[in-house]
């Protein structure tokens, strides 16, 4: 499950920009570079389509209501699920995605980017990927595919192999810079 990859570098942590997260995934709720379509405005409210939220073949939606609290600098395993594109929003405060690109993690593609609240990310099936926060205890609405969480709760519980992810294990760290 977990392939081995020696390798250090800082990351810096990025703001989200669309354009900068693009290999990795979509940013939600970014203006968008065209009109906002299909979207609608009143004086009461607006509302515009931001993603089309793709499960992969046969998978079922799911939303998960995730807490993340580990604030360490030192990154040494990322996440990648095969199927299906994952969404994270957060709501009570920042987090620190960090991600990467390949079929392992390539040294060359590791980024960290702040995620604000009031912004999200949609990350790409195999976009590898772990999430670390500044501060305390961060809550976010994950967007995921339910085949997916019942195969990691599988897999990390009762050490099942997993079928729709896999872990890799890196090493480098974020900086403040
Ligand atoms: N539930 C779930 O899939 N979680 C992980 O992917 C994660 O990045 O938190």
Known sequence: ??????????LPMLPLHAQSFAPYGTVLGAPPAGPLVPAFHSVGTDFWQTHVFNT????????????YRDHSV?????????????????LTGEIIQIVATGDTPDPASFRAFRVPVGLGICMRPGCWHTTRVTGGEVTCLMATRRSTTTDLIGHFSHALPA????????????TCA
């Open 1 to 10: 499950m977990t392939d081995a990859i020696a390798f250090t570098h800082l």
């Open 163 to 174: 079928a729709e992810s896999a872990l890799a294990s890196v090493r480098t760290r974020i």
């Open 56 to 67: 992969g073949v046969g998978g079922e939606p799911e939303f998960l209501w995730v807490r």
């Open 74 to 90: 030192a990154i040494g395993v990322l996440e990648v699920h095969h199927l299906t594109e994952q969404a994270i929003v957060p």
